[in-house]
């Protein structure tokens, strides 16, 4: 019972300290917009630069918050996973243009590999988040001017969704730990 009550507290620690991050980028970069908007003239250009920054925390902390609450499903034992015919390759496309502004900052490439139309039973929610991480950290961990690929193919086994990139890969540590609860890898 105590370890238990101590991994809480470590894991509150944690997630306090992560959310203090983005959440005092936001307030700093807020004030400087207090301050641009006071000038005369305006500097719209550098008032854009503070809204990415902002918005940029904001999509993080969002983020975080959405892993938070999917985390606390998955302990609230009562999870409904949905079993309904979706379009993959119409979803995998969608994935990709909601990434595109992110990797287009970087310069990156990222190519979508399939065969036309693919209908498949699944929880669509599920897989699209699933998906989406996958994406956005090869995003986050390839290099300027990388190149990706998700790449869906059909097997005897069913549907096999992956995505390559150019990042630097996980250590052996890592992969140890990599599907753990509340694990922060070294990246």
Not at 60 to 78: C, G, K, R
Request: charged share 25%; glycine share 4%.
């Amino acid at each position: 019972q105590f370890a238990r009550q101590l991994q809480q507290v470590v894991l509150l620690g944690t997630v306090a300290h992560d959310l203090k991050n983005p959440l005092g980028v936001i307030l700093g970069r807020a004030e400087m917009l207090k301050e641009l908007a006071a000038m005369d003239p305006v500097p719209v250009n550098k008032l854009c630069d503070q809204l990415d920054h902002i918005r940029s925390s904001a999509q993080q902390l969002t983020v975080m918050v959405n892993e938070l609450i999917s985390d606390a499903m998955m302990d609230a034992h009562d999870i409904t996973i949905r079993n309904e015919p979706i379009d993959l390759v119409a979803m995998l496309t969608e994935i990709l243009q909601s990434n595109h502004a992110q990797a287009a900052k970087k310069q990156q490439t990222i190519r979508l590999a399939s065969p036309p139309h693919q209908m498949w039973n699944c929880d669509p929610d599920r897989l699209r988040e699933a998906i989406d991480n996958l994406v956005s950290n090869a995003i986050k961990y390839s290099p300027i001017g990388g190149r990706m690929e998700l790449a869906m193919r059909v097997d005897q086994e069913g549907a096999v969704i992956s995505v390559k990139d150019e990042g630097p890969g996980l250590s052996k540590e890592d992969l140890s730990r990599l599907f753990g609860r509340f694990q922060r890898l070294s990246a």
